[in-house]
């Protein structure tokens, strides 16, 4: 059984920056971040697999970078030039063995 709990959203004006993270709990070959905007459906955002390799949705591909401590079995995003609509619930879960979804964390881009 895989755990994911997530943390660390928040409030920040437009082209700042704000790290989420993703505590994990069990083993995981691949660890996804999603987000669900305001009236909007659920949506990938990027991947990262055991192994490093880091994949990435086309609107926030250069901007968000994807990361793993798997000594502490912690997954990170961290997020730059925030935009208003990058403004969401933002969710972890294993990518290849979906988990039942967390409660997320809010990000709020807004001036």
Not at 11 to 32: E, H, I, K
Not at 37 to 62: M, N, T
Not at 73 to 78: G, I
Request: charge should be positive; include cysteine.
């Amino acid at each position: 059984q895989v755990g994911l709990v997530e943390s660390g959203g928040g409030w920040v004006q437009p082209g700042g920056s704000l790290r989420v993270a993703c505590a994990v709990s069990g083993s995981t070959f691949s660890v996804g971040w999603y987000r669900q905007p305001p009236g909007l459906q659920r949506e990938w955002v990027a991947s990262i697999q055991s192994y490093g390799g880091a994949f990435y949705a086309d609107s926030v591909k250069g901007r968000f970078t994807i990361s793993r401590d798997n000594a502490k079995n912690m997954v990170y995003l961290q997020m730059s030039s925030l935009k208003p609509e990058d403004t969401a619930v933002y969710f972890c879960n294993d990518v290849y063995n979906p988990q039942p979804w967390g409660q997320g964390t809010r990000v709020t881009v807004s001036s």
